[in-house]
């Protein structure tokens, strides 16, 4: 496999990120390969909140979320995805699939060997992540869900295929500067701090196939377990959940999270936010201690 890992310098001086570096080199099936994963907090905590980035940030789009879990007690763990953050990153394309990134995942959790917790998810940590707990049920107690679907076969929406066409076409893509689109309030600091992953195109191969191995289809994979997680979550799920939806997002805004929202048992009236976009992360303080306070931590 031939795989890129960015060098360490072009990590140096993130804007309002300042956690330590932790590295995992040899999960079961994934040897050799290196995968980054931010730990603050308390290690003995009661409360773990394992944080999901999607595409095509890292771990640096949670940067707002750890103060304000970290001063409640919270540990706070979030894994950059292979081929994101500081995480090693495959360069052939075959290699990026459902399956590779949902079982990467699997076998972290099995490593880290956290108490039950509350999964936090957004765009891809969301696809992959809402896989998990069916699997894993007695691993999650509580849910943050923010702008992200699960596809069962099915297109989310007319944005979420022109975002796919986009990427195929620009395979050099522009992360700062997508970022800035999508988020006005970042700064240039924090707009190069979510470009730093990728010092040239060579770097992208994540972020060129994560559009286009989303199982929008019947026959792809993943298709028939993200049909099976909204079943599961629909019957199944018993846990506190909070979604939040970023009202401006084109590409998984409030009619794609609304349909999500009938799937998953007993969630509350969602936190709509009205001038946030894809990334609602980004929006911690707007919304963050509210959900705190509901779950009582």
């Known amino acids: 496999m031939d795989v890129l890992r960015t060098p360490e310098h072009c990590f140096e001086n993130l804007s309002g990120f300042d956690t330590a570096p932790h590295y995992v080199d040899d999960l079961p099936g994934y040897e050799g390969l290196r995968l980054h994963y931010v730990d603050e907090g308390p290690r003995d905590a009661k409360e ?23 001063g409640r007690g919270i540990r706070v763990v979030a894994p ?21 990134h949902r079982r990467a995942l699997l076998e972290f959790l099995d490593r880290m060997q956290l108490p039950p917790v509350t999964l936090v998810c957004q765009d891809w940590g969301g696809i992959l992540g809402l896989t998990l707990p ?28 022109a975002w796919r066409a986009y990427v ?3 395979p050099d893509l522009d992360v700062a500067r997508l970022m800035k ?3 006005p309030e970042l700064d240039e ?18 972020v060129q196939r994560m559009p286009q191995i989303v199982p929008i289809e019947e026959s792809m994979d993943g298709a028939k377990l993200t049909a099976h997680a909204k079943q599961w979550w629909a019957s199944t799920w ?40 894809h990334f609602v992360p980004e929006s911690a303080s707007e919304f963050l201690p509210q959900i705190l306070d509901r779950f009582d931590v």
Not at 142 to 159: D, E, I, W
Not at 195 to 203: E, R, S, T
Not at 245 to 272: F, R, S, T, W, Y
């Open 181 to 183: 689109r999508a988020c």
């Open 80 to 100: 950059d995805l292979f081929g994101f953050g500081r995480s090693d990153k495959p360069a052939d394309r075959g290699v990026h699939t459902f399956t590779f």
């Open 134 to 161: 069916m699997e894993l049920p007695e691993q999650f107690r509580k849910l943050v869900v923010m702008n992200t679907a699960l596809p069962a076969g099915q297109p989310p929406g007319p944005g979420f295929l």
């Open 48 to 70: 773990v909140w394992l944080c999901l980035h999607g595409e095509p940030t890292w771990s640096y789009l949670y940067r707002k979320f750890i103060p304000l879990l970290t």
């Open 238 to 277: 018993s846990g506190e959940s909070q979604m939040v939806i970023g009202a401006q997002d084109p590409v998984l805004g409030p009619e794609i999270m609304h349909d999500l929202h009938n799937h998953i048992n007993a969630c509350p009236k969602p936190l709509l936010l009205p001038n946030a976009g």
């Open 189 to 206: 600091r924090e707009c190069d701090a979510y470009n730093a992953p990728f010092p040239d195109v060579k770097f992208k191969t994540g």
């Open 168 to 170: 195929e076409a620009f």
